[in-house]
């Protein structure tokens, strides 16, 4: 019989209490209002995304690569695994408390990848990162974006993910990214719109969906043209 779940830590937010739950050695839930944002025992397709992302990175002299959500670090772990050992990782998390949580009762998980020297993370929203670095030199720029947020791109969001699926700021994306650069991003579902709106912003668009049967995340590997 499956034992019941506790709550490990609490903080209050604008979308309701964010929740670390607990019940096993290894699993973990991470709730807001109830919800359930990420299990520690369900995570193939973000280290698929953090795999693909990575893998065309692990003969390049000192890459870097920014991941936006931290959520339980496993993303991460699965980027790390996969860079060399000169590479810096940039982290954008909204919420200090899931980066305490990532250093502290769910470190465990991923091996401490939070606490990687590697690793930097900013407290800051993932689109002000990328609209930063579009803005400032080559050296800046990134050979990676990963977004592994709770919401990614869907049909039918009414713009709420304007601010980092839309047209403009894939363009800003491009901009932060060097030339040859992976854009790599978490989706629950399919979305058509955003597959022709990476296009339009000179990506190539390679989409999987990690697993067998059930439902299936999808992950969107774009690349921009080495002659951007």
Same mark, same amino acid.
């Given at each position: 019989m499956a034992?019941?779940?506790?709550?490990v830590d609490s903080i209050?937010?604008?979308?309701?209490?964010?929740d670390l739950r607990q019940r096993s050695d290894r699993d973990f839930l991470i709730t807001i209002d109830n919800r359930v944002l990420m299990n520690s025992v369900a995570n193939m397709s973000e280290i698929v995304l953090a795999e693909l992302a990575c893998a065309p990175l692990q003969g390049k002299k000192r890459p870097r690569v920014l991941v936006g959500g931290l959520g339980m670090a496993f993303t991460l772990k699965a980027a790390l695994d996969h860079l060399p050992a000169d590479a810096e990782v940039v982290v954008a998390e909204l919420n200090p408390?899931?980066?305490? =949580?990532c250093q502290g009762p769910i470190s465990h998980l991923t091996e401490g990848a939070a606490s990687d020297p590697r690793v930097t993370v900013v407290i800051a929203d993932v689109a002000q990162v990328i609209a930063e670095a579009a803005q400032k030199g080559k050296e800046q720029r990134f050979d990676a974006i990963i977004l592994d947020l709770y919401e990614g791109p869907y049909e039918g969001d009414q713009g709420r993910g304007t601010y980092l699926y839309g047209k403009k700021a894939l363009e800003r994306?491009?901009?932060?990214?060097?030339?040859g650069g992976v854009f790599a991003v =978490?989706?629950?579902d399919p979305d058509q719109g955003f597959?022709?709106?990476?296009?339009?912003a000179r990506f190539t668009v390679n989409k999987q969906r990690p697993g067998r049967g059930g439902r299936r995340h999808v992950v969107y590997i774009a690349r921009k043209k080495a002659c951007g």
């Open positions: 034992q019941p779940w506790r709550v209050a937010t604008d979308e309701g209490l964010l408390i899931i980066l305490t =949580w994306s491009s901009s932060a990214l060097k030339p =978490w989706s629950e597959e022709k709106r990476l296009e339009a």
